[in-house]
């Protein structure tokens, strides 16, 4: 094998293994899977990537997912109700939530969790926009929609500070204790987000 083949290998390995969750044993594993799987692998695999980058897109209002238009259906919903948001980590919880029907007002991503010890601050995930909706008034209502960690923790407790100090009577909720410690909404089944949603915490 040649030099010049064996350093492509590694960056193709190196590409593929910063992908999340993937790393460099996986990263081995894909490639040879799709090597040996040929053509039918690589053409479907590229036919969903492009899809993906075709269709799928973030709501330029809560940044859940929306297909080729600036606005996600939720926020475009005139039935729901404005002043109330429901904060979740990713967009894929606001699809559990939506399973479930247990809320009808808006939803706000933040695409993360703070972790100061990996590195994961304030200015990393969607915190400030949401506070400028605050200071405006557009929020009376907030329902943290997230598991029970530490990360959540302290992605919850700054909010809410924050939140405080620029808005009044704002209602602040988080999900009961019947979503298990250290389980992420997304794994949690319909009928629990149903329960905890029923059972909201208030925040004091
Ligand atoms: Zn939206």
């Known amino acids: 094998m040649d030099r010049a083949l064996i350093s492509s290998l590694e960056s193709y390995v190196n590409d593929l293994s910063?992908?999340?969750h993937v790393g460099r044993k996986n990263a081995f594993k894909i490639i040879y899977y799709l090597l040996l799987n040929a053509p039918d692998s690589f053409e479907s695999l590229t036919d969903l990537l492009e899809t993906i980058r075709k269709e799928l897109m973030f709501c330029k209002e809560c940044s859940g997912f929306t297909r080729q238009s600036?606005?996600?259906?939720?926020?475009?919903?005139?039935?729901?109700?404005?002043?109330?948001?429901?904060?979740?980590?990713?967009?894929?919880d606001i699809i559990k939530m939506e399973k479930a029907r247990v809320f009808e007002g808006l939803y706000w991503v933040l695409h993360g969790k703070l972790n100061p010890l990996?590195?994961?601050l304030p200015q990393h995930i969607r915190i400030e926009p949401f506070v400028e909706k605050v200071r405006k008034g557009a929020v009376q209502?907030?329902?943290?929609?997230?598991?029970?960690?530490?990360?959540s923790e302290a992605t919850i407790r700054y909010i809410v500070e924050k939140v405080r100090e620029v808005g009044k009577d704002i209602q602040l909720y988080r999900l009961s204790m019947?979503?298990?410690?250290?389980?992420?909404?997304?794994?949690?089944?319909?009928?629990?987000?149903?329960?905890?949603?029923?059972?909201?915490?208030e925040i004091r």
């Open 178 to 201: 019947g979503i298990p410690v250290g389980t992420e909404i997304q794994v949690i089944d319909e009928l629990s987000i149903k329960n905890s949603f029923q059972n909201l915490y």
């Open 70 to 92: 600036d606005i996600c259906s939720i926020c475009d919903d005139k039935q729901r109700h404005t002043g109330r948001y429901c904060i979740v980590e990713n967009p894929f």
């Open 118 to 120: 990996e590195g994961v």
């Open 18 to 20: 910063r992908l999340p």
């Open 141 to 151: 209502e907030v329902v943290f929609a997230f598991s029970w960690d530490m990360e």
